[in-house]
């Protein structure tokens, strides 16, 4: 069955600084990728995707993914991060196969300290 | 573009009681999810509709939920009677027609579950 696995709990970054949020996936066949973001007492809002095609992914809010098959990795970026950045991220992938079930890691929580 | 709707927000109930939510998706997504998401954790789907139709009920607990989608429309997702363990926030979200599992899902602002 596909999995994803986040292996932080907590980023923390200074406002300014680069943001990375890790993301590794497990599937039997070829990956959808998929990263969402949730603020508080709201829903997930969709930032990005990967179906196929170039592997460097743009997104909503200055986001950026790469994904790179030979590490099974989907690493969620952007340049710069702001304080309205703070907020769980959640990695989800998507087996292209007979099973269309969408599986989300457990999410990081991103602090962007001003 | 109106997003889903989810009522109530939030309920809290004593255990072996009965709850139901209800959950009205963006106009035109046939596909319809419900996702169960404890604190901590990632969502984990509960139900699939397409349309009417359901196309994985594989981790919802039968004996205790159930769901329906009428008209393909509205859905309501009901737990009776329920457990300690159920206290999560319950997530619907919607799709719109496209290549199956490559379009974004829309989520609602769920609704917050605890069982006393």
């Known amino acids: 069955a596909q999995s994803v696995a986040q292996p932080e709990d907590q980023v923390n970054v200074a406002e300014g600084n680069p943001l990375t949020v890790k993301c590794t996936y497990s599937v039997s066949g070829n990956p959808y990728l998929f990263w969402y973001v949730q603020y508080p007492n709201r829903g997930l809002q969709f930032l990005l995707k990967y179906i196929t095609g170039d592997n460097l992914v743009k997104g909503s809010y200055g986001f950026e993914a790469e994904f790179n098959k030979s590490q099974t990795s989907f690493h969620l970026k952007k340049p710069s991060a702001l304080v309205s950045d703070s907020a769980l991220y959640f990695c989800a992938v998507r087996d292209d196969g007979g099973n269309n079930r969408l599986a989300f890691g457990k999410g990081n929580q991103v602090v962007v300290i001003p | 573009e109106a997003g889903v709707a989810q009522s109530p927000r939030y309920k809290i109930i004593e255990k072996r009681q009965s709850v139901a939510f209800w959950c009205n998706p963006i106009?035109?997504?046939?596909?319809l999810y419900w996702y169960q998401q404890i604190l901590g954790q990632g969502p984990k789907l509960l139900i699939q509709?397409?349309?009417?139709?359901?196309?994985?009920d594989s981790q919802l607990p039968k004996d205790r939920f159930s769901a329906e989608r009428l008209k393909g429309v509205d859905s309501t997702l009901k737990i009776q009677p329920a457990k300690l363990e159920d206290s999560a926030v319950y997530l619907c979200?919607?799709?719109?027609?496209?290549?199956?599992?490559?379009?974004?899902?829309?989520f609602g602002p769920g609704t917050r579950l605890t069982v006393l």
């Open positions: 979200a919607s799709s719109p027609p496209g290549l199956a599992g490559t379009n974004e899902q829309f």
């Open positions: 106009s035109g997504h046939a596909t």
């Open positions: 509709f397409q349309n009417n139709g359901v196309v994985d």
